[in-house]
T-cell receptor, first 115, second 114 residues
Framework: GAGVSQSPSNKVTEKGKDVELRCDPI?????LYWYRQRLGQGLEFLIY????????KSGLPSDRFSAERTGESVSTLTIQRTQQEDSAVYLC?????????????FGSGTQLSVL | AQKITQTQPGMFVQEKEAVTLDCTYD???????LFWYKQPSSGEMIFLIY??????QNATEGRYSLNFQKARKSANLVISASQLGDSAMYFC???????????FGSGTKLNVKP
């Protein structure tokens, strides 16, 4: 596609439910990132995928968070047993993943609200 | 470890004036890249400008320039001739050469006054 696509754009859920957020990166981009942005805050790194390498999961805040990526395409971020503190915008970004310095292309984000 | 510090939570500037947004960083890497992103109220993150740690000249992209002072570990963004559409959050970020993580600052909210 022309840009990074995220769905849904908004998700309201009840505390304790599981949610799944989807990211479709730019075609040909081997690197994919998930970030969390709480209201009025900066971006918090969650997880990074690069090609077929093992993902860097060092930013995942708890074992309720997990993410998968199918090859070099779609990624899903799953949050189990959601808590109110999980409410945030979840941003996905991708880059070519070829050289050392590349800009990130971001999606529009998923606004998650946990009631 | 990497760290980005943006000390200005909010800034005001008059339309058509220039404004400087501060960014300092801390890194143990010798090779790294510095980036600035704009986030309007719509939430989209828009890439503005990039500076490599070995670049001797300051980066420029249209009305945006990056005042890179390596010894002081600062990478300030300068916006010339501010426009109302420049009102947004601005984030500074650093990425070490292996680019597996981008570290973002807490952002500066810029308001351009007519």
């Amino acid at each position: 596609g022309a840009g990074v696509s995220q769905s849904p754009s908004n998700k309201v859920t009840e505390k304790g439910k599981d949610v799944e957020l989807r990211c479709d990166p730019i075609s040909g981009h081997t690197a994919l990132y998930w970030y969390r942005q709480r209201l009025g805050q900066g971006l918090e790194f969650l997880i990074y995928f690069q090609g077929n390498s093992a993902p860097d999961k060092s930013g995942l805040p708890s074992d309720r968070f997990s993410a998968e990526r199918t090859g070099e395409s779609v990624s899903t971020l799953t949050i189990q047993r959601t808590q109110q503190e999980d409410s945030a915008v979840y941003l996905c970004a991708s880059s070519l993943g070829v050289t050392g310095f590349e800009k990130l292309f971001f999606g529009s984000g998923t606004q998650l609200s946990v009631l | 470890a990497q760290k980005i510090t943006q000390t200005q939570p909010g800034m005001f500037v008059q339309e058509k004036e220039a404004v400087t947004l501060d960014c300092t960083y801390d890194t143990s890497d010798q090779s790294y890249g510095l980036f600035w992103y704009k986030q309007p109220s719509s939430g989209e993150m828009i890439f503005l400008i990039y500076q490599g740690s070995y670049d001797e000249q300051n980066a420029t992209e249209g009305r945006y320039s990056l005042n890179f002072q390596k010894a002081r570990k600062s990478a300030n963004l300068v916006i010339s001739a501010s426009q109302l559409g420049d009102s947004a959050m601005y984030f500074c970020a650093i990425s070490p050469y292996n680019f597996n993580k981008f570290y973002f600052g807490s952002g500066t909210k810029l308001n351009v006054k007519p």
